[in-house]
């Protein structure tokens, strides 16, 4: 293995809202996820998988499938349950020129690691004044919706995008997921990539086979509209996408916001579409309290109020731990909570 191999091939990046040609295979998030891996180990040997049960069982979600087989066991590494570890390796690699994708089993299981990423990995750039970088992925399922037990359904984003030195990107479609995480291993600073696991195989859609890239730090806007912008990300942006379809029934115009990265923020397209609409709802699953979705009202208030015709309004989880199966659909935001704070927001 040559850690300091350099490659000379790019694949072309695609536009904002590429659409993937109809031959293309129909994917899930999680075989787009296993697919992005497969095309970057291929094209690049410095880049290793590790975690718990990447290897012989594929990933608890199955998104590592096949790889341990296609590349050996140098390349994707099962390692103990120690997620302090698996991220202070990483780290180690990244510095001495190869591209680790490590994977921590469940966002509940990366307080451990917490102290390797924030403290080493965000920070090594610029406490070597840019003598090191450390060009990392993190992946973690993450989010609720699957009636998991304790641990297993944390959604605490807003906890990476408060530290500097780490970007932090949230797909919502198998398109974005191959193309963004396909960017992700190729950026030179460490990456947060969180995979709602309540959509791993929820929906099927066409995924180009070949290498494609989408770039980190440009939201989406998968559907257009002219009263209120809903503002997502991740599993929610389907719940937007559910209730602007509802909403549409009544004659009201929705336009979707796919934030796709939360640091670097795409600033402009979510302040473009507020100022356009006048109006607007931000949904995350995560507790309310000082969520990523605060800092959006902030930052619309900042640079829209005078454009604004009512009060910018959140649809959030609760500030609770994530409850058991039984109560976790009355936690997490749905599309009837959706509609009502649309109409509240159009009635003010």
């Known amino acids: 293995m040559n850690a300091g191999r350099p490659l000379h091939t790019r694949e072309p990046e695609h536009g904002l809202h590429a659409v993937a040609p109809a031959a293309s295979p129909k994917l899930t998030i999680a075989q787009a996820v296993c697919g992005a891996l497969a095309s970057e180990m291929e094209r690049d040997e410095r880049i290793i998988v590790l975690g718990e049960d990447v290897g012989i069982n594929g990933g608890v979600f199955r998104a590592t499938d096949g790889l341990l087989a296609q590349f050996g066991p140098e390349r994707v590494m099962d390692t103990p349950l120690a997620e302090g570890a698996i991220i202070g390796v990483s780290v ?181 579409s507020v100022v356009k609409t006048g109006r607007a709802v931000v949904v995350h699953e995560a507790p309310r309290t000082a969520g990523v979705g605060a800092e959006i009202v902030a930052l619309i208030n900042e640079h829209a109020l005078l454009q604004l015709e009512a009060p910018v309004s959140r649809v959030t989880g609760f500030d609770t731990v994530m409850p058991y199966a039984r109560l976790e659909e009355h936690y997490l935001p749905n599309r009837d909570r959706v509609v009502a704070a649309v109409r509240n927001v159009l009635e003010f």
């Not at 307080?111 to 060009?135: C, D, K, W």
């Not at 970007?167 to 398109?175: A, D, E, G, L, R």
């Not at 990456?191 to 195989?201: A, D, G, Q, S, T």
């Open 92 to 272: 180690g690699l990244a510095v001495t020129g190869f591209r680790p994708v490590a994977e921590i089993q469940f966002m509940g299981f990366v307080y451990p690691a917490v102290n390797q990423i924030l403290a080493h990995a965000a920070r090594m750039r610029n406490r070597t004044r840019g003598r090191l970088q450390v060009p990392m992925v993190i992946r973690m399922p993450y989010g609720g919706g699957i009636h998991a037990p304790e641990s297993h359904s944390e959604s605490y984003e807003a906890l990476f995008v408060h530290s500097p030195g780490i970007k932090v990107v949230v797909p919502s479609n198998p398109y974005d997921a191959k193309g963004l995480l396909i960017s992700a291993i190729r950026d030179e600073d460490p990456v947060m990539f969180l995979e709602p696991k309540r959509i791993y195989r929820a929906f099927r859609e066409p995924v180009p086979d070949e290498s494609y890239t989408v770039p980190i730090g440009t939201a989406a806007v998968p559907r257009t509209g002219g009263d209120v912008t809903l503002i997502a990300w991740g599993a929610m942006v389907r719940i937007c996408l559910d209730a602007a379809a509802a909403l549409e029934k009544d004659g009201v115009s929705v336009e979707v916001v796919d934030l796709r990265t939360l640091n670097p923020l795409d600033r402009d397209t979510l302040i473009e």
